[in-house]
């Protein structure tokens, strides 16, 4: 179990680190959408190379619409209402395709910054915290031990920290 002791309640634990870090995600993300987005644009335009010119072409939707209309029977006006469609004006192909494009490029990279902060803190946070304690042991204090939260990253390291200190403090 966790005690209070342990809880860090600081996002930004070594801003360095966590910075570098958080950048390195984006420019990989950030590269992979590039190459995404170019060969999507590539593809266009080896399309109209070939002859098929999408930046004029245009698609034309069909929309199914409820109307009403009112019909005289024997002397009486009531209003019938039926499905009919409704052509909407004509779209170019890439005023459909870009926008959805480049909204998911955009959400990707919210997400994966989001990401990168919450790993960077389990990261960053016990590398300080071994930093801390690893002085603590140079500067002559006894019975230091690492101590992570449990959904901590580098757990290993720190087991493996802790048993040098106890090597370091039996052979002193």
Not at 117 to 131: F, L, V, W
Request: without cysteine; proline residues 2%; hydrophobic residues 45%.
């Amino acid at each position: 179990m966790i005690t209070e002791k342990y809880k860090r309640k600081n996002i930004i634990i070594n801003r360095k680190f966590q910075f570098n870090l958080i950048g390195t995600f984006l420019i990989s993300i950030g590269i992979a959408l590039i190459i995404f987005t170019a060969a999507i644009s590539l593809y266009y335009w080896i399309s109209s190379m070939a002859g098929e010119n999408i930046f004029k072409e245009f698609i034309t939707i069909e929309r199914q619409v409820i109307e009403q209309r009112e019909v005289k029977e024997e002397g009486q006006t009531r209003l019938e209402t039926f499905y009919t469609t409704k052509t909407i004006p004509g779209v170019k192909r890439w005023e459909i395709v870009v926008p959805p494009i480049l909204i998911n490029n955009l959400i990707i990279l919210i997400v994966i910054t989001v990401m990168g902060i919450y790993y960077s803190h389990r990261i960053a946070g016990p590398a300080y915290r071994m930093i801390v304690d690893i002085q603590k042991v140079i500067d002559g204090e006894k019975d230091v031990r690492i101590h992570l939260r449990r959904k901590d990253k580098l757990t290993d390291l720190a087991d493996k920290v802790n048993l040098l200190i106890e090597k370091f403090e039996k052979i002193t």
